[in-house]
């Protein structure tokens, strides 16, 4: 869904093409860049800026730009950021802004109790200058999604009839039904108790431990109580982290196999 169209595009086009995704979980971040590695020269959204986390860092010339780089909300949230995709044709008159993609985009509504400050500054930045802008979701539906890009000031409507699209709508692809991918599960329980809950969880992950020796298994969780629990359960086989680790803290934890966040 990513690297197939960047890669169209660098073969079309004939200026440097450059995209950005960000993603809510920083401890997601290092595996979008070894996942997308594959095939398309990556990098860290920090490191287009200075120490200092402000301001482009000097001597960054058109030939050094990567095909597409990743970052945190934090990192989209960072002025030097915003001031930098607002600027893009007077840094590199040379480059386009291809690709605007946010994982995980139903957080921009439904995290505001918990991230308020960070997510106005999001969507309320100047995406225009991207040539196309990519909301991910697994777990939205289209109520949702109608919330999630007001928040962008997309007042255009939105639909899944692609027989309607058109260059004054926004399109809503659900990529599960439309592509049969096979490693897709996805179920949505209630249990009785959190009791019954927690200890689903713990079987889930010592079930993946078990049985798939080759991947990495990250569980969200909304507190911090629940990440701690778990811990105590899985201290064989897990570590965590929690809003408590500053960002290189959780970074680190990426180089292990098994993570609870």
């Given at each position: 869904?990513?690297?197939?169209?960047?890669?169209?595009?660098?073969?079309?086009?004939?200026?440097?093409?450059v995209?950005?995704?960000?993603?809510?979980?920083?401890?997601?971040?290092?595996?979008m860049?070894?996942?997308?590695?594959?095939?398309?020269?990556?990098?860290?959204v920090?490191?287009?800026?200075?120490?200092?986390?402000?301001?482009?860092?000097?001597?960054?010339f058109?030939?050094?730009?990567?095909?597409?780089?990743?970052g945190?909300?934090?990192d989209?949230?960072?002025?030097?950021?915003q001031?930098?995709?607002?600027?893009?044709?007077?840094?590199?008159p040379?480059?386009?802004?291809?690709?605007?993609?946010?994982?995980?985009?139903?957080?921009?509504?439904?995290?505001?109790d918990?991230?308020?400050?960070?997510?106005?500054?999001?969507?309320?930045?100047?995406?225009?200058?991207?040539?196309?802008?990519?909301?991910?979701?697994?777990?939205?539906y289209?109520?949702?999604?109608?919330?999630?890009?007001?928040?962008?000031?997309?007042?255009?409507?939105?639909?899944?009839?692609y027989?309607?699209y058109?260059?004054d709508?926004?399109y809503?692809?659900?990529?599960i039904?439309?592509?049969?991918?096979?490693?897709?599960?996805?179920?949505?329980?209630?249990?009785?108790?959190?009791?019954?809950?927690?200890?689903k969880?713990?079987?889930?992950?010592?079930?993946?431990?078990?049985?798939?020796?080759?991947?990495r298994?990250?569980?969200?969780?909304?507190?911090?109580?629940?990440?701690?629990?778990?811990?105590?359960?899985?201290?064989d086989?897990?570590?965590s982290?929690?809003?408590?680790?500053?960002?290189?803290?959780?970074?680190?934890?990426?180089?292990?196999?098994?993570?609870?966040?």
């Amino acid at each position: 869904l990513i690297t197939l169209p960047i890669l169209v595009l660098k073969q079309y086009i004939q200026k440097k093409c450059v995209s950005f995704i960000m993603s809510p979980y920083i401890v997601l971040v290092r595996d979008m860049v070894q996942r997308l590695g594959k095939k398309l020269r990556v990098g860290l959204v920090k490191s287009l800026f200075g120490e200092s986390n402000y301001g482009l860092k000097k001597g960054i010339f058109n030939e050094d730009l990567m095909d597409i780089y990743c970052g945190s909300y934090n990192d989209f949230a960072n002025p030097a950021f915003q001031e930098l995709v607002s600027n893009w044709s007077f840094f590199f008159p040379d480059a386009v802004l291809c690709y605007l993609v946010i994982d995980e985009s139903h957080n921009i509504v439904t995290e505001r109790d918990y991230s308020a400050d960070i997510l106005d500054i999001i969507s309320s930045g100047n995406y225009s200058f991207f040539a196309k802008m990519i909301l991910l979701s697994g777990t939205i539906y289209k109520k949702l999604y109608e919330e999630v890009i007001k928040c962008f000031n997309i007042r255009q409507p939105l639909t899944d009839d692609y027989s309607n699209y058109s260059e004054d709508s926004v399109y809503l692809w659900n990529t599960i039904r439309a592509i049969p991918l096979k490693n897709v599960i996805k179920s949505f329980k209630c249990y009785q108790s959190k009791d019954v809950l927690l200890g689903k969880a713990v079987d889930i992950v010592r079930w993946f431990v078990n049985n798939r020796k080759d991947e990495r298994c990250i569980v969200v969780c909304q507190e911090k109580s629940t990440v701690r629990y778990l811990q105590s359960q899985l201290l064989d086989v897990t570590l965590s982290v929690t809003g408590d680790n500053d960002s290189q803290e959780k970074l680190d934890v990426l180089d292990a196999n098994w993570v609870i966040k």
